[in-house]
């Protein structure tokens, strides 16, 4: 036969007393070597088997069920597997003597042994992992409960191995209390005080530069005040604190005002929605001189547009202009308003008897499903055809109340007093616009207007967002009805 040898040495706690990937290779080789077996390819997989998904176990049943290779020579059984799920795949092949043979240094497992007993060695492999597993967390837990962390020491302090505590790193624990100083004080950002701390000599254990996202998780982590954050709980931990507990709640407090918005000191209410015609840049703005002013921010610097400075209260005039387009007399809406009510009655009259009819149905399919039920209850039809009658009467009710729903919909009823105020609202937007204070306009440009761009002082394109720019283009005589059928 041809044999695979196959090792694994997983990097999890419970393998790491476990012979190495080459102790196994070693002690395999002997064992073919003495019983005279062909290798015909040797397999080194570092990863857990408590979950499947492994490549090179993959890649190994691959050349099996192929018919490249016929057996398998691992140091022990649960080497192959220690989830249900590829031990069952090995028991399956095994079963059906795809794999002739699994060899290992405590015996030999054939296609025609009990595939119970292997079943129980996977099985004890899963259980193993899963109580392992256990044990570990609360050997864990007992450590922080005790004030020792059970991990590697964070910077600015080292693990002392033979005692199995904390101590502190005379080297670098004197620039951890520097940028929590630095930080403290409010001044500084964590880029600057990276950069402060790298020329004054800190270095990590690999002799590399503290970057940021490194000295953000040093200067939230209450190690350094004595405290063991683990899955969200502290423990109060027996290592010698660098920084006490008043200065990590005003590290807290400085990071926590950095974090909520500044609102900005100036506000221009046209900034960002204003392009350059010429370059297609955005549009700035800036105070000068008491008044404010918007010019090309010339970011492809190919455009003499940025020279021009347009002064705000020109644009408010401009804009106000355009959103003249939207004016309709308060008479005329009224008209077309009532035109269009009069024509839309007609069609409310032919929609309320179709949702009549509609309402009719469903009260109908209700009845049908009490008597249903009433019937299955006197053991008239059996659960099956209940079951399935029932479930047909749900599906003709959720399809009749979505009719219900669309026909509503349609109703021009429904439609008509939104369209009226959103012409009101248009036909207002020019004098509201020039009435409105800074907050007020920015919000009506921001509803009724977008792509404005300018040149030569003007604004030379402008668009209406919908439904206004269907308003702009409308006919002075234009009736509210065409609007709602659009």
């Not at 192959?80 to 069952?88: D, F, K």
């Not at 900034?271 to 700035?284: D, P, Y």
């Amino acid at each position: 036969m041809r044999y695979i040898i196959y090792c694994r040495k997983s990097t999890d706690t419970e393998d790491k007393q476990l012979l190495s990937l080459d102790s196994q290779e070693s002690e395999l080789l002997e064992i073919a070597k003495r019983n005279d077996l062909e290798i015909v390819k040797t397999f080194r997989e570092s990863m857990s088997a408590k979950a499947e998904g492994r490549p090179i176990f993959t890649e190994m049943i691959k050349m099996i069920t192929s018919g490249k290779a016929d057996a398998i020579l691992c140091w022990k059984i649960d080497r192959l597997a220690r989830n249900m799920v590829e031990g069952g795949r090995i028991i399956d092949l095994l079963g059906k003597g795809v794999i002739k043979e699994i060899r290992t240094y405590e015996g030999i497992h054939l296609p025609s042994d009990n595939v119970i007993m292997l079943a129980v060695h996977f099985g004890t492999a899963k259980q193993y992992v899963k109580n392992l597993s256990v044990d570990v967390k609360r050997g864990l837990r007992k450590k922080l409960s005790m004030g020792i962390w059970p991990s590697f020491a964070p910077l600015g302090y080292v693990n002392d191995k033979l005692n199995k505590t904390i101590l502190v790193d005379n080297k670098r624990a004197k620039y951890i209390v520097r940028a929590f100083e630095l930080y403290a004080t409010g001044g500084y950002g964590v880029n600057e005080i990276t950069a402060i701390l790298y020329k004054e000599g800190l270095r990590t254990r690999s002799g590399n530069k503290v970057y940021r996202n490194q000295l953000e998780r040093i200067l939230k982590n209450p190690f350094y005040c004595g405290l063991m954050l683990r899955d969200e709980k502290l423990y109060e931990g027996k290592h010698k604190s660098l920084i006490s507990k008043s200065t990590f709640d005003k590290i807290n407090k400085v990071a926590n005002d950095r974090s909520r918005p500044r609102p900005s000191r100036l506000f221009f209410p046209l900034r960002g929605f204003l392009k350059c015609e010429s370059c297609n840049c955005l549009i700035t703005a800036s105070k000068k001189k008491g008044h404010d002013y918007y010019y090309c921010t010339n970011g492809k610097k190919i455009c003499g547009e940025h020279k021009s400075y347009i002064r705000e209260t020109y644009l408010y005039k401009e804009i106000a202009k355009m959103l003249e387009n939207l004016h309709i007399s308060d008479r005329k809406i009224e008209l077309m308003y009532q035109s269009a009510k009069e024509r839309a009655s007609k069609d409310n009259n032919y929609s309320e008897q179709i949702l009549d009819t509609l309402h009719k149905e469903l009260e109908s399919l209700t009845a049908k499903e009490s008597k249903l039920l009433d019937i299955f209850l006197d053991e008239q039809i059996s659960k099956e055809i209940y079951d399935k009658r029932i479930l047909d009467l749900h599906n003709d009710q959720v399809s009749l109340k979505t009719q219900i729903k669309e026909v509503e919909i349609r109703q021009p009823s429904f439609t008509l007093e939104p369209v009226k105020n959103i012409f009101k609202q248009a036909s207002a937007s020019s004098k509201e616009f020039l009435e409105a204070d800074d907050e007020q306009k920015r919000e009506i440009i921001k509803n009724l207007l977008w792509n404005l761009t300018i040149k030569d002082k003007n604004i030379v394109n402008i668009q209406y967002k919908s439904p206004f720019d269907v308003i702009a283009k409308m006919p002075q005589n234009g009736q509210i009805y065409e609007m709602l059928r659009g």
